[in-house]
């Protein structure tokens, strides 16, 4: 496969303080890539980077084949950047904030109206391609700047907080509509999001940020399954297990930590898909029934706090109340 991006030893310091130390990411052409981290953490720092509107103190990066040092022309060409702030033009149609931006990209003139159908067609808005941006409800605002970052075709497309703010269905559209758009044109997408869920449901693979380094990379189930005991096992029973049956269980490879309550019999766990079937055989061939037995994994939101040791929700939440109180973000 072909790398989208590329970085080596990706540094960026502000005086002592060092933002993003020493990065090394590549980002295959056509993934759907996930960039987490509390407030912070460096993400922004480092997408400012690759996107060129933040220079480098130390390491290379290149995007879409472009070495972002040195083309930074070139590069603008070649990305999108759809950010989290909502930019469209209140005193312009649907239409006109589209075709603006293709004249901006220089889209000749006979491809930019079936270019900006195409894509209004997308995001459902073409119905709506005449009424100002003014009376849009904030998620069809959203749909309308994905395709305003569309409309010169570009390679890689950086998100930033997409759906931040919107109702479940609105939020479900514009996955729908990522979906959509890797499969047409083959883009790369770098998502920033504080919705683990969302990273969850969209994501090739997801890079963790932590104090400026990338703390954990891989496919959300890779992820998730690197966190010892990161399965539990759920298991209902006609009758309690005593010591020597529930010591039998623990010894069972891949188990983490066993409790008992009742007839009900909790196992933690790695693998646990491949574990039930010998717990369930361990406890049959002692005459315990099984009634009813679960697999169950944690959530990206678990992988977070593990590699961290905090929420993304709570470092979300002491960002938001600083700003409110007025303080710097650097106090939060």
């Known amino acids: 496969m072909t790398a989208a991006i590329e970085a080596q030893q990706l540094t960026r310091r502000f005086g002592q303080f060092v933002a993003v130390d020493h990065v090394d990411l590549q980002v295959e052409e056509g993934e759907l890539f ?12 480092l997408i400012r980077m690759l996107t060129g509107l933040q220079s480098i103190s130390e390491g290379n990066a290149r995007v879409a ?8 022309a070139a590069l603008r060409r070649a990305i999108s950047v759809v950010p989290q702030a909502l930019t469209s033009d209140l005193d ?8 603006i931006y293709a004249r901006f990209f220089s889209v000749p003139r006979a491809q930019r109206q079936p270019r900006i159908e195409e894509l209004l067609q997308a995001v459902e808005l073409w119905d709506r391609r005449k009424d100002l941006v003014s009376t ?27 759906t931040i703010g919107l109702d479940p269905q609105s939020r479900h559209v514009i996955w729908d509509l990522l979906r959509e758009l890797r499969q047409g044109d083959r ?10 869920d ?31 005991g990161s399965d539990t096992l759920e298991i209902a029973l006609d009758a309690p297990i005593d010591d020597a049956l529930a010591t039998a269980v623990q010894a069972l490879p891949s188990v983490r930590t066993l409790d008992r309550a009742q007839s009900a019999l909790t196992v933690h766990a790695d693998g646990g898909t491949r ?15 099984v009634l009813a037995a679960s697999v169950s994994q944690i959530s990206l939101e678990d992988v977070f706090i593990h590699v961290t040791g905090r929420s993304l929700r ?15 973000r650097r106090f939060s």
């Open 65 to 72: 084949g472009v070495d972002v040092r040195k083309d930074t």
């Open 198 to 228: 969302e990273a969850d449901a969209l994501c090739d693979r997801v890079a963790i940020v932590d104090r400026g380094r990338i703390v954990a990379l891989g496919t959300p189930g890779e992820l998730k399954a690197s966190v010892p």
């Open 92 to 99: 312009l149609t649907g239409y006109e904030n589209l075709d």
């Open 314 to 328: 709570d470092t979300t939440a002491a960002s938001v109340d600083a700003r409110r109180a007025g303080l710097p």
């Open 136 to 162: 849009y409800s904030g998620g069809m605002r959203r749909r309308l700047e994905i395709a305003r970052g569309l409309i010169h075709r570009p390679r890689v497309l950086f998100l930033d907080e997409p």
């Open 34 to 45: 996930g960039l987490l981290g509390p407030n912070g953490a460096g993400k922004t720092t």
């Open 187 to 196: 883009m790369t997408i770098s998502l920033t999001t504080h919705y683990l």
């Open 275 to 289: 574990l039930l079937p010998r717990v369930i055989e361990l406890l049959t061939g002692a005459g315990i029934k």
